[in-house]
């Protein structure tokens, strides 16, 4: 089974069982690392058969790939940040740095924007999510969107938490973060799905019950992030919503992909189309 995720820690963690053969039954992965600016590309292009995205990427994939109900990243206190040189900057006609323009995170920060900067921020580019605080520090932009390791390291670089995506997202809908999903194709057939979405779970489990096996395989993929950082990554993207979205975790996902299209941000999804077959 192909399959293409990120090499940040929550991902390596969940997928390690897995990926090892530690998963009884369970399909054999051929994995690809990659961004999540990459793996998004890859999903609109329909390539691999299984694919970490942003959910923001959903409304344009929906129709060849289901989203599973588990393996991905969802959940509180976990939003991406706006960071700034300068305490309280203004953004009005500011340029900020994304690290893609389908990324959820970006979708949250439009939302926020939409409501808290009345003279609409100025320029958005796009960067290697690697390279945004250090465009910030030097004066390169006014502003950066960070995700993932970012929150905690972010005052390294002499930086500001201008706002967090997420409290504004929780603050105004209740509801928790969506960040990021695993699909698969739907022609792999409801069977194999079902299979996949067992698998996924089974190795959150394992990753659970044994967070030492997979230390090794985290630090091989997360070059020279600090062993401290990965272990408060994982700590704050592995959660209850990884094994499994339920109730509320498709209701956030539908709120956010709901308010993106009213906002002209992204197409409308169909009915249904988020339901696991």
């Given at each position: 089974m192909r399959v293409a995720y990120s090499p940040c820690p929550n991902d390596t963690f969940v997928f390690h069982a897995w990926a090892h053969g530690l998963v009884p039954g369970a399909p054999e992965l051929?994995?690809?690392?990659?961004?999540?600016?990459?793996?998004n590309g890859m999903a609109e292009r329909g390539e691999l058969d299984v694919l970490k995205v942003s959910y923001a990427v959903l409304p344009w994939v929906l129709d060849e790939y289901a989203l599973?109900?588990?393996?991905g990243a969802l959940g509180r206190g976990c939003g991406p940040l706006v960071l700034t040189r300068e305490p309280g900057l203004d953004l009005s006609g500011r340029t900020v740095a994304v690290p893609s323009e389908r990324s959820?995170?970006?979708?949250?920060?439009?939302?926020?924007a939409a409501r808290t900067v009345p003279g609409g921020i100025g320029e958005v580019v796009v960067l290697p999510f690697h390279e945004i605080m250090p465009a910030v520090r030097d004066g390169k932009v006014d502003a950066g969107l960070v995700i993932h390791e970012a929150r905690f390291t972010y005052r390294e670089y002499g930086l500001h938490r201008l706002a967090d995506m997420g409290e504004h997202w929780e603050e105004t809908t209740g509801h928790p973060i969506p960040l990021g999903a695993i699909i698969a194709k739907r022609s792999l057939?409801?069977?194999?799905?079902?299979?996949?979405?067992e698998s996924a779970q089974a190795s959150v489990r394992s990753a659970w019950a044994d967070p030492g096996a997979s230390r090794e395989y985290v630090r091989?993929?997360?070059q020279e992030m600090d062993p401290a950082v990965a272990e408060q990554h994982i700590g704050l993207y592995v959660n209850p919503f990884t094994e499994d979205l339920g109730t509320a975790g498709y209701a956030a996902v539908e709120a956010l992909l709901t308010r993106a299209a009213g906002e002209g941000l992204?197409?409308?999804?169909?009915?249904?189309?988020?339901a696991f077959p």
């Open positions: 051929d994995v690809t690392f990659a961004d999540i600016d990459v793996t599973l109900p588990c393996g959820t995170a970006y979708l949250l920060f439009r939302l926020w057939g409801a069977p194999v799905l079902r299979r996949l979405a091989a993929h997360a992204v197409p409308p999804v169909r009915p249904g189309a988020l």
